[in-house]
């Protein structure tokens, strides 16, 4: 009786292991299957992009958007030029009146020193 019970433990067991090993082929076998149906996806994805065009409304609403993107940016690089410019005549007349200034104290010419200094406040 202890040799049927074994060999039948022996039978289950040797079952169990065949059932694992199927169980693990049939899960490689799955994997792969994804793995092949992902890439064959990526390459209509692919394929769709390359071929997908643009109505032609679209498509001139396109060139518009770029045509706005292209004038506003040499709008604003205009408005940053005038601006700059601004600026350094602004700093090139300050140190006109600066230079004068110190000239006209270096010279001993306190009146004219003072107007000038008036004239920049």
Known sequence: MKLASADELGRKSDQVEQAR?????LASLAEKS????????????AELEGTTALTPEASRVRDQV????AVRLALIQQRDGEAKEAVD????QRDSFVERIKMARDSGDSDSARRLEGETC
């Open 89 to 92: 005549q602004f700093e090139r």
């Open 34 to 45: 994804r793995a092949t149906f992902q890439s064959q996806i990526a390459e209509v994805n």
């Open 66 to 69: 770029e045509e706005k993107s």
């Open 21 to 25: 090993s199927e169980i693990e082929q």
